[in-house]
Nanobody
Framework: QVQLVESGGGLVQAGGSLRLSCAAS????????MGWYRQAPGKHRDLVAR???????NYADSVEGRFTISRDNAKKTVYLQMNSQKPEDTGVYYC?????????WGQGTQVTVSS
């Protein structure tokens, strides 16, 4: 059974930092691209950051230079370091594991940035 378990969300003031973690089980972690998505209230779920099996990364324009995605294949964990946070970063953050047409999702973790 595939499980992606996010942690690290919470309430932070603007300008602050949070680090999200996503621990995977039930998949061959190293062969999956991993990503973080965000869904703000009333909006679509959008890609925030993605890291390939080879370690290449891409980011949404809105977080470029502030967020860093990384992965530890030995721990089967993907991270999202969020710095210089803004109120518009608020939302539920979902971890995603992707291989070809197969996608798995975590249950999400709430991040709230107060102004």
């Amino acid at each position: 059974q595939v499980q992606l378990v996010e942690s690290g969300g919470g309430l932070v003031q603007a300008g602050g930092s949070l680090r999200l973690s996503c621990a995977a089980s039930g998949i061959t972690f190293s062969i999956n691209a991993m990503g973080w998505y965000r869904q703000a209230p009333g909006k679509h779920r959008d890609l925030v950051a993605r890291i390939t099996t080879g370690g290449s990364t891409n980011y949404a324009d809105s977080v470029e230079g502030r967020f860093t995605i990384s992965r530890d294949n030995a721990k089967k964990t993907v991270y999202l370091q969020m710095n210089s946070q803004k109120p518009e970063d608020t939302g539920v953050y979902y971890c995603n594991a992707e291989r070809s047409i197969v996608n798995y999702w975590g249950q999400g973790t709430q991040v709230t940035v107060s102004s």
